[in-house]
Every structure is written in structure tokens, then in C-alpha cells.
């Protein structure tokens, strides 16, 4: 699996490290990616979701339900 937040649709970004001989190579800034598993009650089970610390805190203040539902309307397999 890819390293995206299912949530919040959070990618790498890449870019350049830069030596103190000013040599430059290329590298990513990874996500903070937690893999979290959800109790849905509509749904009746529980769901696990990739997300990133921002997902986390987007699910701590909207609810699983609205986030499960939002990702259902997407087309997303959970």
C-alpha cells in the first residue's frame, strides 16, 4: 500500500538534501502515517484506516461516522 492517508489524501513530498558541501541528492518527507482501527456503528464493525496525524485529528473532530460516510460516497473499499 501506497503511502497516503485515506482521510485527508496526504502524499510524500519530495525535494533535495542538501550536504554542507552543498551536494545535492534527492529524498521524500514521509507522512506520519498510523494504521487505526474504528468501531462504525452503522456499520457494525470495525474498520481499519490508514490516516496521517492530521486524519487523526480530523476524525477526533467530525466523528467516524461522517468520515466512514464521506469515504463510502468516494468509492473507497473499507
Same mark, same amino acid.
Given at each position: 500500500m501506497?503511502? /497516503?492517508?485515506?482521510v485527508?489524501?496526504?502524499?510524500? +513530498?519530495?525535494?533535495?538534501?542538501?550536504?554542507?558541501?552543498?551536494?545535492?541528492?534527492?529524498?521524500?518527507?514521509?507522512?506520519?502515517?498510523?494504521?487505526?482501527?474504528?468501531? /462504525?456503528p452503522?456499520?457494525?464493525?470495525? @474498520?481499519?484506516?490508514? /490516516?496521517? &496525524?492530521?486524519?487523526?485529528?480530523? $476524525?477526533d473532530?467530525?466523528? $467516524?461516522?461522517?468520515? @466512514? +460516510?464521506?469515504?463510502? &460516497?468516494? +468509492? @473507497?473499499?473499507?
Amino acid at each position: 500500500m501506497s503511502a /497516503v492517508c485515506q482521510v485527508t489524501g496526504r502524499k510524500p +513530498g519530495y525535494g533535495k538534501q542538501v550536504s554542507h558541501s552543498h551536494r545535492r541528492t534527492s529524498r521524500r518527507w514521509e507522512p506520519n502515517l498510523q494504521t487505526r482501527r474504528y468501531f /462504525v456503528p452503522s456499520l457494525g464493525r470495525t @474498520v481499519r484506516l490508514k /490516516v496521517s &496525524a492530521k486524519g487523526l485529528k480530523t $476524525i477526533d473532530k467530525r466523528g $467516524i461516522e461522517s468520515v @466512514v +460516510g464521506e469515504l463510502k &460516497a468516494k +468509492g @473507497v473499499k473499507l
